[in-house]
T-cell receptor
Framework: GNSVTQMEGPVTLSEEAFLTINCTYT??????LFWYVQYPGEGLQLLLK?????DKGSNKGFEATYRKETTSFHLEKGSVQVSDSAVYFC?????????????FGQGTTLQVKP | DSGVTQTPKHLITATGQRVTLRCSPR?????VYWYQQSLDQGLQFLIH???????AKGNILERFSAQQFPDLHSELNLSSLELGDSALYFC???????????FGSGTQLSVL
């Protein structure tokens, strides 16, 4: 079945460092890919998405490119801030079974220190 | 504020008991999804309802059931509770099947 694998955390960075969180997926058909973010004590929020191969999703300085050849959707940011500290989830939707439900990776905790 | 309301925010109960978690979706959203978040299992999809009908089931135990009412709010019923059911339960809603979900802030269930 469909699945998502993320790099394990926590990831600890200093402010203004470069961020990469790796995400790979397994899916039949043509899924859409997402990054969601969860701040402490809150529900998940959509950060960015890409719906087809080679699409780049971007928001708030974060970017991720849908790579079908490597089945990856790595999250990047050029300069992180303390306020980016949160848990980041890679997810997929659709493929051969499109009910709109999301399959999530296990989440990666990001800690940014001043 | 996502527009999705979940009640209660916290629930403490004992093993063997039954609880009901409630979710009000965003205005206009017909789909409601339930997820369970725990440290060992991560975010697990439980069930999806669309306009009152069950659309998809995930890793939902037989002791758990859900429904969506005509006013589109949804309830997740958990019975014969076990210690391992302690988790954060999220509800999410969406207007379409494109994967953009709006999450509530969750119900933290503690089974003692």
């Amino acid at each position: 079945g469909n699945s998502v694998t993320q790099m394990e955390g926590p990831v600890t960075l200093s402010e203004e460092a470069f961020l990469t969180i790796n995400c790979t997926y397994t899916a039949t058909g043509y899924p859409s890919l997402f990054w969601y973010v969860q701040y402490p004590g809150e529900g998940l929020q959509l950060l960015l998405k890409a719906t087809k191969a080679d699409d780049k999703g971007s928001n708030k300085g974060f970017e991720a490119t849908y790579r079908k050849e490597t089945t990856s959707f790595h999250l990047e940011k050029g300069s992180v801030q303390v306020s980016d500290s949160a848990v980041y989830f890679c997810a997929l939707s659709g493929g051969s079974s499109n009910t709109g439900k999301l399959i999530f990776g296990q989440g990666t905790t990001l800690q940014v220190k001043p | 504020d996502s527009g999705v309301t979940q009640t209660p925010k916290h629930l403490i109960t004992a093993t063997g008991q039954r609880v009901t978690l409630r979710c009000s979706p965003r205005s206009g959203d017909l789909s409601v999804y339930w997820y369970q978040q725990s440290l060992d299992q991560g975010l697990q999809f439980l069930i999806h309802y669309y306009n009152g009908e069950e659309r998809a089931k995930g890793n939902i135990l037989e002791r758990f059931s859900a429904q969506q009412f005509p006013d589109l709010h949804s309830e997740l019923n958990l019975s014969s509770l076990e210690l391992g059911d302690s988790a954060l339960y999220f509800c999410a809603s969406s207007v379409d099947a494109q994967g953009r979900l709006f999450f509530g802030s969750g119900t933290q269930l503690s089974v003692l």
